[in-house]
């Protein structure tokens, strides 16, 4: 894999980055996403990740436009992972001037709720890190025209299916799925079912959900436990993840619990403990030096945040991957013309060496029967991750050997 060179100062990223608030000649990019809250560590870390790839091409001048140099002004907005508030901020990004493009969300609803407003204004939107299925699959029936909305995520069938894939490994053949009751989580319940039924290995013995806030599922548990589960298949965001694996600690339901990505956050390592030893779940980026992109960017990130440990490296990765994009596409375009920008995203004509991957036309020509054009992961971009004393590593060597290798 080409090399990828941070050059980021620490001090470059202490608050937001500065901008000459009189220059006319910017780029003007929002990101959007969860800065607080239960979802905080995947949107701030998605934030944190995207400024870093920001401060670098503002040290070399800026994103190259037709033939010159445009610094890039950030507008940053905190949806706080509240349907009502991301369509607000939308609104509010569909009518401001100059816009550019928007990278960001976690939540679905959120995306549900917010991005038709930057469709019908034509401002490209990256998603990233996250949302689930109906994110993209809202813009198939009815079928949308000339798609603005792309994302930057593994999405959740090629997640669910490696989930059941890992679950068939390990020969269990009665499995629960566990969910919150988020968007997020019933797509994510759906895309398992659909899975587990058209493998035909598993039955799945017990359905169950819980609500954000939730402390005790012991109750949801113990039903799973009496059913033979032999493991839990969970999908859900925020810290009560870590409640459900302290649970099956209390109530002795010693089985694996593997689950959608958001397994990896810093808020189900840390609340869980010991307990979340063991967590299985999909991921696009493992926070180890396996490639000298990868090094350069975990030390510049804690270079520049002070942290020793990224809260969510996979909304990092792709955060600072998805601003790698966006600038190869503005100069193909060479223009800051939003539909401009859309039709050279669907047609990257060079690739772009990322932290997590060399990109080679990730997107494709929007096509409503093959949602897939707009989204940029293949499963050979996903690896399953595996919880070990408190940090995210390779679930199989195989795959650390492989990613070291590119």
């Avoid at 772009?352 to 929007?366: E, L, M, S």
């Avoid at 408190?390 to 795959?399: C, E, K, L, M, Q």
Wanted: charged share 20%; aromatic share 6%; glycine share 10%.
């Amino acid at each position: 894999m080409k090399t990828v060179t941070v050059m980021v100062l620490a001090g470059a990223l202490v608050g937001s980055i500065a901008f000459d608030a009189q220059a006319a000649d910017t780029f003007k990019l929002a990101i959007t996403g969860p800065f607080s809250g239960g979802s905080a560590p995947m949107g701030g870390s998605m934030r944190d990740g995207a400024k870093l790839a920001v401060a670098q091409i503002n040290e070399q001048g800026g994103f190259e436009v037709g033939g010159h140099k445009m610094k890039v002004e950030l507008i940053e907005r905190d949806d706080e992972a509240k349907n009502e508030r991301g369509a607000l901020i939308a609104q509010e990004l569909a009518s401001l001037e100059g816009l550019s493009a928007v990278i960001g969300s976690v939540n679905t609803g959120v995306v549900l709720a917010g991005d038709k407003f930057l469709q019908e204004k034509k401002i490209v939107k990256i998603i990233t890190p996250a949302a689930g299925s109906a994110s993209m699959t809202q813009w198939v029936n009815p079928p949308a025209q000339d798609l603005y909305i792309f994302r930057f995520a593994a999405a959740d069938g090629i997640q669910s299916a490696m989930v059941v894939e890992e679950a068939g490994r390990l020969k269990f053949t009665k499995v629960a799925v566990l969910h919150d009751a988020t968007n997020y989580g019933v797509s994510g319940r759906d895309d398992l079912t659909r899975r587990i039924l058209a493998e035909g290995k598993m039955t799945i013995v017990a359905t169950d959900k819980f609500n954000i806030g939730d402390k005790d599922m012991s109750a949801q548990l113990l039903r799973a436990k009496a059913a033979g589960a032999e493991a839990v298949l969970i999908w859900g965001i925020g810290p009560e993840l870590a409640a459900v694996a302290n649970d099956m600690a209390k109530i002795g339901f010693k089985v694996p619990l593997i689950g959608g990505w958001t397994l990896s956050m810093s808020n189900f390592i840390d609340n869980a403990g010991k307990n979340g030893d063991g967590a299985m779940m999909p991921q696009t980026f493992i926070e180890e030096p396996v490639t000298k992109a990868a090094t350069a960017f975990i030390e510049s990130y804690h270079k520049a945040y002070g942290v020793s440990r990224i809260p969510s490296p996979v909304s990092a990765a792709q955060g600072y991957d998805s601003v790698l994009l966006l600038a190869a596409a503005v100069k193909q375009a060479g223009s800051t013309d939003s539909t401009k920008i859309r039709d050279a995203l669907e047609d990257l004509r060079e690739p772009v060496a990322g932290v997590i991957a060399t990109w080679k036309k990730p997107y494709a020509k929007w096509d409503a029967a093959h949602p897939e054009t707009h989204e940029a992961f293949r499963r050979e971009n996903v690896i399953m991750g595996m919880i070990n004393g408190g940090h995210v590593g390779f679930a199989n060597p195989d795959d650390r050997a492989r990613l070291g290798n590119r």
